[in-house]
């Protein structure tokens, strides 16, 4: 409940800092701010040419490329931008560790309120996309979907940012976990390739969760959310929770050092 507390206290002063911390990226360009959109959109458009045109995948099923690929896209690079950003944000904000009193649990939600930024832009963008097509989408799927990314987000970068603080090589490791998860979650192929359990291992995974649970309020009435009784709903949140009260106590624990190591 600490943490809970702390970050109510200062939710003004994370918000700030977190526009802040988004503008600064690119306060030396021309263009500003705009590289930001420019790129997500213009990497999930490359996607698209490459695997509708050119490979001509047949992995959307029934529906039209565009509507299965760009909502799952832009919920992996929403979620996987802000776990990288929020890992590394204790030694990216050394210096208000070190030499202010400062409550230093809002930090990585400083990075995560950064890359939200870009990641509402991602959701905006998927959404207009399927609309185009026809696919109107769930409003109360979606906002369920992005709640429940912002606190597995929040509960995996409580562990992430204290062990990158006091192991830096960590940061290195994150990285290549993060390409793997991304290959072995259904964005660019689908789940009907697998079958029985293999495919319910698959589905209790947190990224395939938050992944298909958002493609498919665009796609489909029957959802991940609700399959098998909520099973998959249930293991998500029973993960997230657990991961959450471990990383916290990882945090509370070696938060005394983060200035020493800094």
């Known amino acids: 409940m600490e943490f809970f507390k702390t970050l109510y206290n200062n939710r003004k002063l994370a918000f700030q800092l977190g526009k ?6 690119f306060a030396s360009t021309s263009l500003g701010s705009l590289w930001g959109f420019a790129q997500p959109f213009v990497f999930m458009l490359t996607y698209v040419i490459v695997f509708q045109y050119i490979l001509k995948t047949g992995s959307s099923g029934k529906y039209p490329y565009v509507v299965w690929f760009l909502p799952g896209m832009s919920m992996w690079m929403f979620i996987s931008d802000a776990i990288l ?13 070190k030499k202010v009193v400062f ?41 369920y979907i992005i709640f429940c990314a912002l606190c597995f987000i929040i509960a995996l970068t409580r562990f992430t940012s204290a062990l990158t603080t006091v192991v830096p090589d960590f940061a290195n490791l994150l990285n290549i976990l993060i390409q793997l998860c991304m290959w072995f979650t259904p964005i660019i192929w689908n789940l009907t390739m697998l079958d029985g359990w293999l495919s319910s291992i698959f589905k209790a995974f947190p990224f395939t969760y938050l992944v298909e649970g958002f493609r498919q309020a665009f796609i489909a009435s029957s959802t991940i959310i609700t399959e098998h009784n909520f099973l998959f709903t249930i293991i998500f949140w029973v993960v997230t929770i657990l991961m959450f009260v471990w990383g916290n106590s990882v945090f509370k624990k070696n938060k005394k050092d983060f200035a020493d190591v800094l």
Not at 20 to 25: A, G, I, L, Q, T
């Open 20 to 25: 802040n911390d988004f503008r600064n990226k």
């Open 85 to 97: 950003m929020a890992s590394n944000s204790i030694r990216n904000y050394s210096y208000l560790v």
């Open 103 to 143: 409550p230093v649990d809002i930090i990585p939600i400083i990075s995560i309120i950064s890359s939200s930024c870009i990641g509402v832009f991602l959701v905006f963008i998927a959404t207009m996309a399927a609309t185009a097509f026809g696919y109107f989408p769930n409003i109360l799927n979606i906002i």
